[in-house]
């Protein structure tokens, strides 16, 4: 599906961004970093640095002086935008995923050059605002919908795909919503700038790597194997963000209201920041994946074990040592009782089993994947929607003292 003209047209742009990235390299060794108001303002992420944002507004700056000379119009840049999201959807829709990805940039750098334009111009109005809005989510939707109808015939990039799609816009969602109740927004991560970097990178990827790497004889149409790497990072990473603001927001509506109701009482043992914790726990659960995964593929490959028995073996085994590093590290809670602990945890990894063993299971029959892919699919969504917060809410929560 992927073309020779797509191929190098992809390769071009490439190329561009490189050529611009060395020379932004030059200008931070002569002049040092670009400085954006709106940039300082918003700040970076811990997925996309603020380094990567200024290198863009320094980039379409020049761009943007030069449309408000001629008298371009913020709105056009906005409408242009969204006629150009949706033909990279379409094209996405087609297997055209270099068409897609240059489309999708274009359409993004148009999107950041509308306010530029606005600003420059001093014609900057909450109208325009809502119309830019609402453009966003229209060509967010465009390219994710696209991406749904591509995978038609493969239920987990299409799942993986409506997962993206309802973590975007519950993302936007935590924003407008802190700004309607006045409540600072949460910075989280998985803005839309990120989401668009990896989206936008999974297409661009995939263009590469589909003429070159698959074998369109097993899977037709081509998986696209970075396409669902970024759907995966932006499914999980999104709605485990919008959670979390959410959670904030909510937070900071009860300390405004009652803060000495919901103040924490003397001698309650304060939890470990979350991100500390979560820190932690993916390490964790890092050092059990390799001890998990090096059980499963001692036990297939070496000993002939029937995978799914092998995948639990693997599973309690990585299990117990999640919980000697949980419990000691990363959630501080070696003061508790042990075996209070060690029967929640067991309670938890028996639903973890369940579904580690379930989801490998179908993955691997159902979809044909292989063993270690479908395991580390369902390790990483495993980990992070079931077991970490119910080992920081249930099994390692600290306990209030008894009197």
């Not at 409408?79 to 995923?97: E, N, Q, R, T």
């Not at 299409?158 to 519950?170: D, E, R, Y």
């Not at 485990?240 to 959410?246: E, K």
């Not at 890092?286 to 001692?298: E, G, N, Q, Y």
Request: charged share 15%.
């Amino acid at each position: 599906m992927i073309t020779k003209t797509e191929l190098q047209s992809t390769l071009t742009v490439g190329g561009i961004v490189f050529l611009l990235a060395g020379a932004y390299a030059l200008r931070l060794a002569v002049k040092g970093r670009a400085h954006f108001e709106r940039l300082d303002r918003q700040g970076g992420s811990r997925l996309l640095s603020k380094r990567v944002m200024e290198f863009s507004y320094w980039g379409l700056d020049p761009m943007a002086r030069l449309l408000v000379r001629l008298e371009v119009r913020p709105n056009q840049i906005t409408w242009a935008s969204l006629v150009l999201g949706f033909c990279a959807g379409a094209c996405l829709a087609l297997g055209h995923f270099g068409f897609g990805a240059i489309f999708a940039t274009v359409s993004a750098l148009l999107d950041s050059l509308d306010g530029m334009v606005a600003r420059l111009s001093s014609v900057a109005s909450e109208s325009g605002e809502i119309l830019d809005a609402a453009v966003d989510r229209y060509v967010e939707y465009f390219f994710l919908a696209g991406l749904v109808f591509y995978y038609r015939e493969f239920a987990l990039g299409q799942a993986l795909a409506l997962f993206a799609l309802l973590g975007s816009f519950m993302v936007s969602y935590s924003s407008a919503k802190a700004e309607a109740l006045s409540v600072e927004p949460p910075r989280g991560s998985m803005r839309r700038p990120e989401r668009a970097v990896y989206l936008i990178s999974g297409a661009a990827l995939s263009a590469l790597t589909v003429p070159f790497l698959e074998n369109s004889a097993r899977f037709a149409p081509p998986l696209a194997y970075p396409m669902i790497a970024a759907l995966a990072l932006v499914a999980i990473v999104a709605n485990f963000s919008a959670i979390l603001r959410l959670r904030a927001i909510a937070i900071g509506l009860r300390l405004r209201r009652q803060p000495q109701q919901d103040a924490p009482q003397a001698g309650t043992p304060p939890h470990l920041p979350l991100w500390i914790s979560l820190r932690r726990s993916q390490i964790s659960s890092l050092i059990a994946t390799v001890v998990d995964f090096s059980s499963l593929i001692f036990f297939v490959e070496i000993v002939h074990v029937w995978y799914v028995a092998a995948t639990a073996m693997g599973a309690f085994l990585g299990a117990l040592v999640n919980f000697i590093l949980g419990r000691h590290w990363s959630f501080s809670a070696d003061g508790e009782p042990v075996h209070g602990q060690a029967m929640r945890y067991t309670l938890v990894a028996t639903g973890s089993l369940i579904l580690n063993s379930g989801a490998v299971y179908i993955l691997t029959d159902s979809f044909g994947l292989h063993y270690a892919v479908s395991k580390a699919i369902t390790a990483v969504l495993v980990g992070l929607f079931f077991n970490f917060p119910l080992h920081r809410g249930f099994v390692f929560a600290r306990r209030k003292p008894t009197r």
